[in-house]
């Protein structure tokens, strides 16, 4: 018997990897999401299969969720396990100032949502978190652990840290259900996620390869003359998420980096990005200023290698060229 696994946010950059790496294992997947962010074209190839059963609904609707509840508590008898995985978020640094809505969907959301996987007796529920948490401690010497104290930014630097400040939120909702005994599951702090169908202009891959394509310009913030960062393949974070599942004893409410180590500087994700597609001509230009964002952020896995074996297998170059061929796929470039 295979496992029923219940995905918000199902059509995002996480989501849809999820469900079609689950499919893959001979699982099934209920998935919804208000295409706030993305679209069904994520799942066109998986629309169709019997695994796979998707609805367009709003984690913040009540009457929807519980249309959800409905088809899980008819369904899950017929499963040997079943689990929950909250994907859904407003996530992107565009939206982190809107406060109110980042709080309805990331945090009201997620608590009633999990309140349902409670509920519905699953057995297990992931939260989606992110390394944003870190603030402006994300890095140290060997990587920022997950027990490592925060230094956060507030509302007397910037807005955005209400994304970051309502995903910690969540991680003690997380580490409550667990510790009384409620429910097993843990949150996963991912940091800079990437995927070769990843198109939304707002994050820094898509960005750079649709403006060295078209333009031959990339136009940076001026922190891009310092920052650093790692990227994480989304096939690699799904694999993290599906590893804590396998491992029951991953599932004890606390918390797991997931990240790569290898650190580029953002002018350097250029180069490489010019070099995938070939682009051997170009100008930077840098123009406005985030503040409150960390200069680097690196983040120790050793916590979720240790208890899991997990470990990326996909480097930026490969990441990158995958990124490149799709979109030359997409835009004949
Ligand atoms: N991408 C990253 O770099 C990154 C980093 C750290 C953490 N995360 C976390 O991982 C999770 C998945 O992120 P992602 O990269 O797939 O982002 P994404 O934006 O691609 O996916 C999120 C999905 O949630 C959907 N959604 C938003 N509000 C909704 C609502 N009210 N009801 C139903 N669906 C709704 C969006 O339409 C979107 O499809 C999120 O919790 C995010 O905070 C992502």
């Known amino acids: ?53 998707f609805y367009e609904m709003d984690l913040n609707s009540k009457k929807e969720m519980m249309d959800i509840r409905n088809q899980v508590l008819e369904k899950s008898r017929f499963y040997k396990k079943l689990v929950y995985v909250n994907c859904a978020a407003v996530v992107h640094t565009e939206h982190f100032y809107h406060v109110y809505q980042t709080y309805q969907t990331n945090v009201e959301g997620m608590k009633n949502f999990l309140e349902q996987a409670i509920e519905v007796n699953a057995d297990a529920f992931i939260n989606c978190s992110t390394s944003e948490v870190y603030s402006m401690q994300s890095w140290s010497e060997n990587g920022v652990r997950e027990d490592d104290y925060i230094l956060m930014a507030t509302a007397e630097n910037s807005q955005r840290t209400s994304y970051a400040a309502g995903k910690l939120l969540t991680e003690f909702f997380m580490k409550d259900a667990v510790d009384q005994g409620k429910i097993k599951g843990c949150s996963m702090r991912f940091a800079n996620v990437y995927s070769k169908n990843e198109r939304y202009p707002k994050h820094i891959i898509p960005h750079i390869m649709n403006s060295l394509a078209k333009n031959r310009r ?18 690699d974070s799904c694999d993290a998420v599906l590893a804590v599942i396998d491992h029951e004893s ?21 180069k490489r990005c ?39 297998k996909i480097t930026l170059e490969e990441g990158l060229k995958m990124c490149a061929g799709s979109y030359k796929k997409g835009m004949e470039i």
């Open 1 to 53: 018997m295979s496992t029923l696994f219940v995905i918000s946010g199902v059509t995002g950059m996480t989501g849809n990897e999820l469900a079609r790496k689950m499919i893959k294992r001979g699982d099934h997947v209920i998935g919804f999401d208000n295409f706030f962010a993305s679209s069904l074209d994520t799942v066109r190839d998986i629309l169709d299969k019997s695994e796979f059963k």
């Open 218 to 235: 990339v136009v940076l913030l001026e922190n891009s003359r310092k920052n650093r960062r790692t990227f994480l393949h989304n096939s």
């Open 250 to 270: 991953a599932l004890d409410g606390t918390v797991y980096n997931v990240a790569t180590q290898e650190e580029v500087t953002i002018l350097d994700l250029v």
């Open 274 to 312: 010019a070099k995938v597609l070939h682009i051997e001509q170009y100008d930077i230009v840098f123009e406005g200023y985030r503040e409150s964002d960390p200069e680097r952020r690196i983040l120790s896995t050793e916590k979720l290698q240790r208890r899991t074996g997990w470990e990326p």
